[in-house]
């Protein structure tokens, strides 16, 4: 039985090379990077071998090692593919519970992230072949490390296709999965700004000793806790590791059973009643846009994608500088232009957003500015409150309140702006983008650089706007605190001067263009 569930994977594998010339050969590059890098690590766990430091070995061990388990649960969840091999296609055949977990856990081992894993295994084993008990050991280990990843991918990709078999889950999920990597960018920051030569050591000692005693790295530290003369140790952590992975054999036969008896999840169909924001509106052509804009934003993945990230983006900023030592209290002024800025920023390409129906308002002859107007209005009630209780919260932690005319002027600048320049560069230079109903990380390929030029005129030119109001800020707070004012009053004035001139030379594309945006949405 194993061996046929052997012959059906190698079949699914060799089925990769029938597609087109560029997708197999995407598919050898990714074979050939994934096993150089085995193979690279294997000729470095070799060369430890011959290192004199067991300790230090063992916790660097450990700790990546440690990491590499938790990948191997985490990222077929987050990513959330296709099962080829998923149990609820053999529940017509018959086959007994305890057959069938162990033929498709076993075809988990034919595969590049289970090659890899093997040829990093059997390069633990050269490592801590320093007498027979520790290579014993090591290679108990690295069966017990290998039993252990493939059947936790098993469990986590059998329970990602049976729990997120929903559009909204899926995109749910990978949402949580972005978010959590750029959450992960400060403490990548945190390790690069350590000093190893002198703190490393320790924290990774930390790290080692407390990941050790548990299932991600028990079985990591066996043969290194052997090798430093620590057997009761080691044996105690090896019995953690076969406890463990005897867990997840179980666990799997259990998810198996479930999954053959259990249909896929369907999408539950939501009831409306009313016209939602249509009802609430003035029924005009200003207030109809402005209705549909809402409703994007609270429906469509593709919008509140955005906006969940607006507000990771200070973290990112902001605990990189604390690190590096800027005063607390100044960077509390930075959140809230930097939300403001991307809150404009979203707005740049969003004709593109409608695909297709785009040409309702060519056909019904729709004015440009009552279209430039709408879709800004959700834009502008959701930046306000951003302006006015965010100023707030951060000139209270600055510790000094004559700042608040500064703080208003520069973010109601920079955000005014960001508008005036989508309201243009939406309806001049729009670009592909994901369709309706896809998931909002599937962003296509743009043919030209024009998505690049245009993301970065957005960017920048709400910058340069609000430049003035920026140096009066920076002169309020080193200089004389009567410039303030000025920056509120040049923060106002330029904003509102952006935003006519952006929803006016706007306007007159989108009158001028109607053809080409429909041309556009059907290329895109």
Known sequence: ???????????????????????????????????????????????????????????????????????????????????????RKFAFLGIPNRSLSLGLAGSALIGVPALTLTIVLLGTVFTWSRGIGQTLLALISAGLILVTCILLSRVSASLAAFLLSTRRSREFTGLIGVVLLVLISPLVVVLLSTDWGRHGRTLLGTLAAILGWTPLGAAWAVPGDASTGAWGAAILKLLIAAVSAYALWLIWQVVVARMLVSPGREAAAKQYSGLGWFDRLPHGSVGAIAARTFTYWA???????????????????VLPLSIAGVPLHYLALLPVPLMCIF??????????????????????????????????????????????????????????????????????????????????????FPYPVTKPGDSPFAQPQASDTASALVQSLTFTGSIIVASPALIFAYLGIFTDPSWHLRALGAGLGLGLVAVVVGIWVGSRAFDRRGPEMIASAQRA
């Open 1 to 87: 039985m194993v061996a046929q569930f052997f012959g059906l994977k190698l079949r699914l594998l060799a089925n990769l090379f029938r597609r087109s010339p560029w997708q197999v050969v995407g598919l050898v590059v990714g074979l050939l990077y994934g096993l150089g890098v085995a193979v690279a690590l294997l000729i470095a766990l070799i060369s430890l071998r011959f290192v004199g430091e067991p300790v230090f070995i063992r916790d660097v061990l450990t700790v990546a090692g440690s990491i590499v388990v938790l990948g191997f649960s985490v990222i077929p969840i987050v990513v959330g593919m296709d099962d080829s091999m998923d149990p």
């Open 299 to 317: 429906r469509d993945s593709r919008y509140w994608v955005s906006l969940i990230m607006i507000p990771i983006v200070p973290i990112i900023a």
């Open 343 to 428: 809150l404009g920023w979203t707005m740049h390409n969003d004709v593109a957003y409608d695909s297709t129906a785009i040409w309702l308002h060519v056909a019904s002859g729709t004015r440009g500015v009552a279209d430039r107007i709408g879709r800004l209005i959700p834009a502008v009630f959701m930046g306000i409150p951003l302006i006015g209780i965010g100023s707030a919260i951060s000139i209270s932690f600055y510790g000094d309140w004559s700042v608040l005319p500064s703080m208003l002027g520069v973010s109601t600048c920079i955000f005014l702006a960001g508008l005036g320049f989508s309201s243009y560069t939406s309806t001049r």
